[in-house]
């Protein structure tokens, strides 16, 4: 058990709605990464928090948002899905900022239909 | 361009024999580099973490090492088993934070009896 918590495990929803993941990061873990993978495909970053501050973007889509919330939790969250959207949704979170090891919940799988 | 390229991308061998997978990178200004261990539909598992000045790192079976003027990697896994079919991910961080993270498409083992 790395310690990163998300909910929910899985999802199935209709292509155009909207869904929230939630990452709730190891205790005292700073920052937190969210990062898709598709089907045999490698991990993409999508966005990383720092102490509730965005510290970097990766290849994240318009429709796609997060935050980080003062408790260090955070959510991403998904609109106006596609079908294309269909993947595993990896959070990870590290002590600080700088590149060290990150540790990788067990990924929320979204199915859209 | 900061980039990760990992080979082979899979790879098949028997119980027992080694093997090493490769890593290339040519990230800038480099911060540190793991390895990751992920097992189908599961996330990521830290392996090992090296930074600039470290030419080796192991974790039981497993020894990575790092060429900084080569910008090269390696993960040497002996005595393989079973249990090690997995995909085996490089990933580099670059920056003075190290925030800016690149991950490699991983390397696919299978483990075969």
């Known amino acids: 058990d790395s310690g990163v918590t998300q909910t929910p495990k899985h999802l199935i929803t209709a292509t155009g709605q909207r869904v929230t993941l939630r990452c709730s990061p190891r205790?005292?873990?700073?920052?937190v990464y969210w990062y898709q993978q598709s089907l045999d495909q490698g991990l993409q970053f999508l966005i990383q928090y720092y102490n509730g501050e965005e510290r970097a973007k990766g290849n994240i889509l318009e429709r796609f948002s997060a935050q980080q919330f003062p408790d260090l939790h955070s959510e991403l969250n998904l609109s106006s899905l596609e079908l294309g959207d269909s993947a595993l949704y990896f959070c990870?979170?590290?002590?600080?900022?700088?590149?060290?090891?990150?540790?990788f919940g067990q990924g929320t799988r979204l199915t859209v239909v | 361009k900061n980039q990760v390229e990992q080979s082979p991308q899979s790879l098949i061998i028997l119980e027992g024999k080694n093997c090493t997978l490769q890593c290339n990178y040519t990230v800038s200004p480099f911060s540190n580099l793991r390895w990751y261990k992920q097992d189908t539909g599961r996330g990521p598992v830290s392996l090992t973490i090296m930074t600039f000045s470290e030419n080796t790192k192991s974790n039981g079976r497993y020894t990575a090492t790092l060429d900084a003027d080569t910008k090269q990697s390696s993960l040497h896994i002996t005595a393989s088993q079973l249990s090690d079919s997995a995909s085996y991910i490089c990933?580099?961080?670059?920056?003075?934070?190290?925030?800016?993270?690149?991950f490699g498409a991983g390397t696919r083992l299978f483990v075969k009896a």
């Open positions: 990870a979170s590290s002590p600080q900022g700088r590149g060290t090891e990150a540790f």
């Open positions: 990933v580099v961080s670059a920056g003075t934070g190290g925030f800016k993270t690149i």
């Open positions: 205790s005292g873990d700073l920052s």
